[in-house]
């Protein structure tokens, strides 16, 4: 659902799967205080996401970026998680920059 959500730029369907994809994820790790730490974060991510996608973000990126590392998980393969959670990371990060230089 994320790689049509990037092929269609549906910004309202990959907010709502990248909401249950952290949720998912957070209570898989069976890590109470990880989660609500990760959940505090995520919500703020989400918002400033979603304030400022439209002047530096790349949405059909941003969702790719999301379901290779869904994608990593589902296959148990932790390498391939890691890299594409790297991946993903370094995007976050770049978009976060593009917007604060803005």
């Not at 994320?2 to 898989?28: I, K, P």
């Not at 959940?39 to 996608?53: A, I, K, N, V």
Request: charged fraction near 35%; proline fraction near 2%.
């Amino acid at each position: 659902e994320m790689r049509r959500a990037s092929d269609e730029s549906d910004d309202m369907t990959f907010m709502r799967l990248d909401r249950q994809f952290n949720e998912l994820v957070s209570q898989t790790a069976r890590n109470e205080f990880a989660s609500r730490a990760m959940g505090l974060m995520h919500g703020l991510s989400r918002r400033f996401w979603y304030q400022h996608y439209r002047e530096s973000g790349d949405l059909p990126l941003s969702a790719r970026l999301h379901a290779e590392v869904a994608e990593a998980i589902a296959k148990r393969d932790p390498e391939a998680a890691a890299k594409a959670s790297d991946r993903l990371l370094d995007y976050i990060e770049s978009f976060t920059r593009k917007t604060i230089e803005v």
